[in-house]
């Protein structure tokens, strides 16, 4: 039972990570297509949850379950790894708007950062071949200055966007839809110990700076490998991509004579983790 608690613990913990945004860098909540899409992937981990805690109860063991369980299972995994933002190019518009002027903060750089996240998720007994994991994650990327030159400039403004350094904190809640394949089969792990998977699914990001922050929906792929030490424990190797369409960076503050204004780029991220994995059928029994 301890174990149980523990497990739905983190899985609530998991969920409003990506439900409940933190108050950082002069965030406003507010209710539009970005909040709703963060409460409903919050409301899909938490009907995973109670999916998970149903098909587990006292009441359904009764009935057969977990003793015709197939090579499928459960796991929950943490993970910390290396976050890296390609430069990007950051088009200028009035503050608050999405009309961009012209002028561009060309090749804005920003240095690797360090990551962290956790991930649950289901591999199905009548396709174990095939799962679903809901994950969220945190990266910090440093904006080193003085960079970003403005061309073509503009009267008031200054040449550079930075004069200082800024940094990105990136929040983010993905569920991902997930494939693998089992190599080095024995008695204790059926479906193999050695397991190369893929994933594509749908994200919610939240990027916090200075100034502001923004957020958007965002497509994530993955690929990696898993190795099973035991029936219960794995460790795994694992690359991420997401990308965001179009995000808005506003009240950039130059000076007390020039208007803030708004930047609007795209956000692809790169990111390489190291993670261990729990694995495990159920919640009370094996």
Do not use: C
Not at 71 to 83: D, I, R, V
Not at 182 to 194: A, H, I, N, P, S
Request: no cysteine; proline share 7%.
């Amino acid at each position: 039972m301890r174990q149980g608690l523990l497990i739905f613990l983190a899985i609530v913990l998991l969920t409003l990570s990506g439900a409940v945004t933190p108050a950082l860098a002069g965030f406003h909540p507010k209710l539009d297509q970005q909040n709703v899409g963060g409460w409903s992937l919050a409301l899909g981990a938490l009907s995973l949850a109670g999916y998970y805690i149903y098909k587990n109860s006292p009441a359904e063991q009764a009935k057969g379950y977990p003793e015709n369980l197939g090579p499928g299972e459960w796991y929950l995994a943490g993970y910390l790894g290396y976050s890296y933002l390609p430069p990007m190019d950051w088009k200028i518009a009035p503050n608050g708007s999405s009309n961009e002027l012209g002028p561009t903060a060309k090749n804005m750089i920003y240095r690797p950062g360090v990551q962290g996240g956790l991930k649950f998720g289901r591999y199905l007994d009548s396709h174990p071949w095939f799962g679903i994991e809901v994950e969220t994650n945190l990266s910090r990327n440093v904006i080193p200055g003085p960079q970003g030159k403005i061309l073509p400039a503009l009267p008031g403004l200054p040449t550079q966007v930075l004069s200082g350094k800024d940094y990105f904190l990136v929040w983010a809640m993905q569920v991902n839809l997930l494939v693998r394949h089992g190599f080095l089969k024995d008695k204790e792990v059926t479906f193999g110990r050695l397991q190369p998977y893929i994933g594509i699914g749908p994200g919610w990001e939240v990027v916090y700076g200075t100034f502001d922050s923004t957020k958007n929906f965002a497509i994530e792929a993955l690929g990696g490998v898993r190795y099973m030490l035991n029936d219960k424990l794995s460790l795994f190797l694992e690359y991420k991509y997401s990308y965001q369409f179009k995000i808005e960076y506003q009240d950039v503050h130059f000076n007390n004579a020039t208007p803030d204004k708004t930047f609007i780029f795209n956000f692809p991220h790169h990111r390489f983790v190291l993670g261990v994995a729990y694995h495990f059928k159920n919640l009370y029994g094996e």
